[in-house]
């Protein structure tokens, strides 16, 4: 079914007020959320979903009485919501987390079990620490982690990839989009390389999906990662999984915990009101979608915001770049599958000082390496720090042109 949803600067202005966060004013500025990449704000049906949670299912989980049944139905349902949100076949494909860094650690540990002395790991040098940090330290056991390089345009070296991939390739560990320079990366590209070896695919797509619509049944994947809190929900974590793959996983789990998937990777009490906010945060997004399923009218709605933010990231990317002394990093926007994030240097200026003066007049940016500290060692970033940028649905160009002005004025006066 081909969607015909449209989301504009109309749509924006009409979300904006669903969002209280965006009502508060810093000493008598209007505040300017552009930090998406480390976390949008939360829309109020999905702070009434947990507060009704909390009012009236504040229980432990398998209860044989109405609130405890009540609560294992909502949180299938938001299983069932976020399966639809990635193209999963089904809730028993996702597992939950407390955030999407504990969930990589907890399957590099199963899947370290299965590892031998000599099996080659493939991390790149784009990516955040939560996607490279689990599998290095399996180097404990043997293994031999090796990395994609990064090119000095911002984006991954193919022809290297094509040759590290190799018969003693276990897995190959990429991020589907670059948190700290936006590039999107080929996972068509990785899926195949990796099938053709028989090596393990995970995704870190915790800064793609927010901004893509994300089809598992195209990517094939056999594990991906991300979090509800950068797509307008709670601080969770999401781990999908390939039919049967996390089931042939040796994981930690007490002989309490059911051995199947999604299950046998979620330890201890999960909290019932964060993925009650989950499911209502996709609910949320596929209000500004068309389509036949929820799965049809969420994936609409976040091509459709992707467009818009997109157009945002053009226009700043454009009238930063005409700034003396501003330097841009990563891909430019002319690239149509490109991350609505913005990162950039003023020469001979601090990137924590232009964060601090940009938020003293209420605009929200991150500065430094946002946790991902190999991609601005390896482009050689002045003081190993940038300014970040990242749009969401509920920003406006107001507020790029506010942020704009800004920046010029302390490139004028450094």
């Not at 015909?4 to 979300?15: G, I, K, L, Q, W």
């Not at 049944?69 to 193209?87: K, T």
Request: charged residues 20%; negative net charge; proline residues 6%.
């Amino acid at each position: 079914m081909t969607s015909n949803t449209v989301f504009d600067e109309e749509s924006c202005y009409r979300a904006r007020a669903d969002f209280p966060a965006l009502t508060r004013k810093i000493d008598g500025h209007a505040i300017a959320f552009l930090d998406g990449p480390g976390g949008t704000q939360v829309p109020k049906p999905v702070i009434d979903a947990m507060v009704d949670c909390y009012h009236n299912r504040n229980v432990n989980t398998h209860g044989n009485f109405a609130p405890s049944a009540e609560s294992d139905e909502q949180i299938l349902e938001a299983r069932c919501a976020v399966a639809d949100m990635l193209g999963a076949a089904g809730p028993e494909q996702i597992s939950i987390g407390q955030n999407m860094t504990t969930l990589a650690f907890s399957l590099a540990r199963a899947i370290g079990r299965t590892i031998r002395p000599g099996d080659e790991l493939l991390v790149t040098q784009l990516d955040h620490e939560a996607n490279r940090g689990p599998w290095q330290l399996l180097t404990e056991q043997g293994a031999v982690v090796r990395e994609v390089p990064l090119l000095p345009t911002g984006e991954l070296d193919y022809a290297a990839m094509k040759r590290l991939i190799t018969e003693k390739t276990r897995l190959l560990a990429l991020g589907c989009s670059s948190n700290s320079i936006g590039t999107v990366n080929d996972m068509r590209l990785a899926r195949e390389l990796t099938r053709s070896v028989g090596a393990l695919l995970i995704l870190d797509a915790v800064h793609y999906a927010p901004h893509f619509p994300v089809h598992v049944n195209r990517l094939d994947p056999d594990f991906l990662l991300c979090s509800a809190y950068k797509f307008y929900g709670p601080h969770v974590g999401i781990l999908y999984s390939r039919p049967g793959a996390l089931d042939a996983l040796p994981t930690d789990r007490l002989i309490v915990q059911e051995n199947v998937s999604p299950y046998r990777i979620e330890t201890g009490t999960l909290s019932p009101a964060g993925i009650e906010g989950v499911g209502a945060a996709v609910e949320y997004l596929a209000r500004f979608g068309r389509g036949a399923t929820r799965m049809e009218t969420v994936h609409a709605a976040v091509a459709a915001i992707a467009v818009y933010e997109h157009e945002l990231g053009q226009y700043l990317w454009s009238a930063l770049e005409g700034l003396p002394g501003v330097r841009l990093w990563g891909v430019d926007f002319s690239q149509a599958m490109r991350a609505p994030t913005v990162s950039f240097t003023v020469d001979d200026v601090d990137a924590a000082a232009i964060a601090k003066s940009l938020g003293k007049v209420g605009i929200c940016v991150w500065d430094g390496d946002f946790y991902a500290p190999r991609p601005v060692e390896i482009l050689n970033v002045p003081g190993k720090s940038l300014v970040r940028v990242g749009f969401s649905m509920y920003n406006t160009k107001d507020e790029a042109e506010r942020l704009v002005q800004c920046v010029a004025a302390v490139a004028r006066q450094k």
